[in-house]
């Protein structure tokens, strides 16, 4: 693995061919960036924040490998989708940014919806409960009555 290929992946991915535009990917400085290359070494909390931060596959990041399905959720997108392809492997500077932004802002409402789901599930099964002690309260205080009344009857 070399460190180059790394950096060039991400520079090719973000569609720019400058340190200073993968230091702003990395959220690091344009100096960290050139010290990896002196290094020869990058964190691997970057890459992994990167790469997951913009749904990409840590194997096709580290040693350019085609992404398996198990290891990334997209992966074999492109075949099914040309136009995602397209999209994805343009380099262009402002579109797959706008669409990486719209995916996640998508991703971010598919997971809410399904907390919304899950929080609507609990209460429904909340309120089942409340109405059950409910009933069970007034089941108990219903026969409390019944008896206090029926022990009045006979006096």
């Not at 136009?83 to 932004?101: C, D, L, T």
């Given at each position: ?12 991915w ?20 050139n ?5 020869g ?7 992994y ?13 580290i040693?350019?490998a ?10 074999g ?12 492997f343009s ?28 929080d ?9 409960e ?11 205080d219903?026969?409390?009555?019944a ?9």
């Amino acid at each position: 693995m070399l460190i180059n290929d790394i950096l060039c992946r991400i520079s090719k991915w973000l569609g720019e061919d400058t340190d200073a535009a993968v230091a702003r990917a990395l959220s690091v400085s344009p100096q960290t960036v050139n010290n990896w290359r002196n290094r020869g070494t990058i964190p691997w909390d970057n890459l992994y924040s990167f790469a997951t931060k913009n749904a990409l596959s840590l194997d096709w990041l580290i040693d350019g490998a085609k992404p398996s399905t198990k290891d990334h959720p997209c992966a074999g997108l492109e075949e099914h989708c040309p136009k995602f392809k397209n999209i994805m492997f343009s380099g262009h500077r402002v579109i797959k940014p706008a669409f990486m932004a719209n995916l996640e802002a998508f991703h971010y409402s598919i997971e809410k919806e399904k907390s919304e789901e899950k929080d609507r599930l609990e209460m429904n099964e909340r309120i089942k409960e409340l109405e059950k002690a409910i009933r069970a309260g007034r089941n108990t205080d219903t026969d409390a009555v019944a008896s206090s009344n029926i022990g009045k009857l006979g006096t």
